[in-house]
């Protein structure tokens, strides 16, 4: 990474807001962990356990919630959400590297393809025709664009992404190396033993602000579209099927997979390996665990898990339970050794 | 996708049977989702609880089975099995598009490989040595192809994808970008703690008619081949170790792993994210769930899931008694209760 | 693969010691299965089980431990670990192919970057600023590396690897197709509903002799370095999130996920597809089991599995108590037919 410009502690808290504790004419010019931060970085507390390495660290500034704002006597900035807060100094301190506009000699644009001037084509890229790009976007070295595809302005795909023909992305996208956009979806229907593919009709469209992690594949849909809203972020090596909808602003850890035609609400939380099978709804923020198998919709709000998953309580429950299920039989042997008494009483 | 065809009703029942009911000249161009559908699209209806949606579609044709015939008014077609005979029409429309033979001039295609006339060759494209390519194979944009690798005729690779040295691939293949065939398997042995690495000499050999998703892995056998039957349809990002065999005509959903040596049958089943562990045999026919975690070989047909994968009715049957779980330790307190009684009697 | 050089019995001996029952100038010139291999093949018996196929043997020579050596009457190799033994003859009869030196004119490599002559590029690879490439690295066709990277000497990338800006491997890594090192990690904070994504500044640092699976993904730090340790050997399809270490020497199989700021150990065994959730500390030597889901770290060595994790021994008697679960409901039952007794009594 390249040095970053250094920013006094006053000049963050009139961008960010938040209060100074201690000299705001510190200077910072990168965040770090407690643990390694040095005298020119700003680091922060997000939960008390991590006390110790505050109360350890090197660090110039910190950034810490108005409950812990006493933990330190280093020159501070209190404010509701340090997690948060630290995001948004890190933003500022690490700009998008500026990338330089132009075709890349060995790059490959079919006719029909328009580049715009502040567009950047990395080497060995290949453009199909008729691909509409936006302004400022960024086609790493060796990326695939299919004929028709639309990728929004802003937006940056890093090296070896592919974009099926005719899928569409939209603004400031973020695609990360040996994503997929558009492959076929999974569609096949038997014929006497025998499997007979169903063209893959359908196309891809993503909404604004999307992430896409390394090697994830988004299949597109059988006959409509699949869907990804807008502020949706997804993680390393997951499947969407196709027809799948994913609503604005979920976001999904890595190798999770979603099975085809399956629609997951609004502002969800999906933890890592959680497997959805097909068909399925799932409602608005729900939050599900990390190698969850969902196998039914989910149409509340809340927390779940397990395999099957059911709401975190149940599951927890039942572990708990499995685990006690030695002592109830324990309980259950004594109880018959009991039971011949009365028999013989009878 | 290009604009499809207009082909009759009375067209399309020549060629794929069925029955037609009202009028036979109806002209369709396209395949459509029964909300989604205007007047030349043709749709159909596989199950009855989509039934609403039939009542409202703006199709021009619908396909139904002999039971839902009466369900519409609309121009149709009642056929045996609507989602196979729809597979059908839809193939018809949507022709794989055309591509222009010829090798790209930014290709690389090195000595003693031979390009068939008929063959396309996309724009950076990698191809060692020895390579035979049946005629009419389509390699799209940025694939690598190993020395001495083979692929049948009429085979398609979409861009990104890999064959390593010596893989075989038959006739009919279509491979979906970033899948990988024939990197090592996961071969090593332990010495005084430190992993030696033991090559992997076999190759992969694939038959003809088979399928492989977006970022799949297939692994080069460690001394024999690994094996893929024809007819086999793997989706995205499934991993099949070095010497599994796969039978004819199995069907793999996303996510699944089938670690080494292990051998699948024939027409068998898998759902998505299911996990397969080593040196198991599976037998034709089976059906595996998703999410299962399968550490036994299965020797029978029939249908598993769960997690260790059991028979998926005793699988049912323990999460449904799971559940009860609770009850049943009330019943055993209730017991315990009324136990000090007979007791105090003695 | 090319046909390797022959060598005699007595000639491996010398190498790698054991004693050799029957002909030592048996000369073998490839290693192979029981089942398939000729006069000119050695073969190993690992495990008794696999003794009828030794006893239909063609192989030339087999290799076999002190209590197996009567089994056959072939000539053989004995020695204490024939699987080890085994690997290091077929590393010697395959040692990696000799790759032609240079710099593909296809290849692109930006200013700051030396490419040392015993260096191979390939095809169609992109080289960013400032590269430090090792002496001896093969580079294959459609590599991309990132500004700054560091690849130690003797590595090998396979075809379509990615390396993002400032990753740094050690010596001797094998690196396998659609393999991505660098990718920003999963790192979003919200801010009223909406995602803001974190800056991942930290890098991948990898030490030497670590073999990593194709479309593996290891995310880079957030703010420190992911560290991958010597020889840990990755198999396909794995992703190690953001400011994970892995320690020396563990091997991992295929489909696993470890999330983000997870510490494993060294001397570890990882079972494919298993999921372990972020922040854990996993001790030395632990064992996880293929399928197994850890929500919590694991302090001692031992071996683990199930869904959520625990050590075997309690997971494989839990999942025998959910069978017999049907057997305690029935003694419930008996005992409360028995019941009304001793209550009628009163």
New interface residues.
């Given amino acids: 990474?390249a040095k970053a410009e250094k920013y006094r502690l006053a000049d963050i808290v009139e961008r960010f807001g938040g209060k100074i504790l201690g000299n705001p004419q510190t200077a910072i010019s990168?965040?770090?962990?407690l643990?390694?931060a040095g005298v020119l970085h700003i680091s922060f507390l997000a939960h008390r356990k991590y006390r110790k390495q505050l109360a350890g660290t090197g660090a110039g500034a910190v950034i810490l919630g108005k409950a812990d704002s006493k933990l330190t006597e280093l020159p501070r900035i209190v404010c509701g959400?340090p997690?948060?807060y630290?995001?948004?100094v890190?933003?500022l301190?690490?700009p998008p590297q500026a990338v330089k506009s132009g075709v890349?000699r060995?790059a490959?644009v079919e006719r029909g393809t328009r580049i715009p001037v502040s567009a950047s084509i990395?080497?060995?890229v290949?453009i199909g025709r008729g691909v509409r790009l936006g302004k400022d976007t960024v086609i790493?070295?060796?990326c695939?664009i299919?004929d028709g595809a639309q990728i929004g302005a802003g937006s940056r795909l890093?090296?070896?992404v592919?974009i099926?023909s005719?899928c569409r992305l939209g603004e400031r996208a973020?695609l990360?190396?040996?994503a997929?956009v558009g492959?076929?979806g999974?569609?096949?229907?038997?014929?006497r033993?025998?499997?007979?593919?169903?063209?893959q009709?359908g196309t891809v469209v993503i909404g604004d602000d999307v992430?896409i992690?390394?090697?994830t594949?988004i299949?597109r849909g059988a006959?409509?579209d699949t869907l990804i809203g807008d502020?949706v972020?997804l993680?390393?090596?997951i499947?969407i099927?196709h027809n799948v909808h994913i609503g604005a602003?979920t976001?999904i850890?890595?190798?999770t997979?979603i099975?085809g035609s399956t629609r997951i609400g609004k502002?969800c939380m999906i933890?890592?390996?959680a497997?959805i099978?097909g068909h399925l709804d799932i409602a608005d923020r729900v939050v599900i665990l990390?190698?969850a198998?969902v196998?039914r919709s989910i149409l509340q709000a809340g927390t779940y898990g397990?395999?099957?998953a059911q709401d975190n309580r149940?599951w927890t429950?039942?572990?708990a339970?499995?685990?006690h299920?030695?002592a109830?039989?324990e309980?259950?042997r004594n109880?018959?050794q009991?039971?011949p008494?009365?028999?013989e009483?009878?």
């Fill in positions: 990474m990168q965040v770090a962990t643990e390694s959400d997690y948060l630290f995001a948004k890190s933003a301190l690490n890349h060995t490959v990395g080497a060995g290949y790493g070295p060796g695939q299919g890093h090296a070896r592919t099926y005719a973020l990360h190396s040996g997929v492959a076929d999974f569609g096949i229907a038997l014929e033993d025998r499997w007979q593919k169903i063209p009709i992430e992690g390394a090697n594949c299949d006959l409509d502020g972020k993680d390393n090596l499947q099927g602003h976001a850890a890595g190798c997979g099975a502002h933890g890592g390996a497997s099978v990390a190698g198998v196998t397990g395999h099957p149940s429950h039942n572990v339970r499995l685990r299920l030695d109830l039989r309980r259950v109880i018959e009991q039971l008494l009365p028999k009483q009878v």
